[in-house]
């Protein structure tokens, strides 16, 4: 595939905006998609191949507060 401007205006905009996110959603992912989401991590560009990006899956109220609280501070 070639690359084109359009494609990289769009990786320099991941690229910018994607040190640090922290969103959280309050409805369930499928698995699906979280598996997809993992396959991507797996490729995307990491200083050393370090991959420092965790994913934290949440599966109660009590643990989502909490860890929300704890990003917060």
């Not at 191949?49 to 909490?66: G, H």
């Amino acid at each position: 595939m070639k690359m084109t401007q359009d494609h990289r205006t769009a990786l320099g905009d991941i690229l910018r905006w994607r040190r640090d996110v922290r969103h959280f959603r309050s409805d369930p992912i499928d698995s699906s998609v979280l598996q997809r989401l993992r396959q991507h991590m797996d490729r995307a560009p990491s200083v050393g191949n370090a991959r420092p990006w965790r994913v934290v899956q949440v599966e109660s109220a009590l643990a989502r507060t909490r860890i929300i609280e704890v990003f917060e501070r």
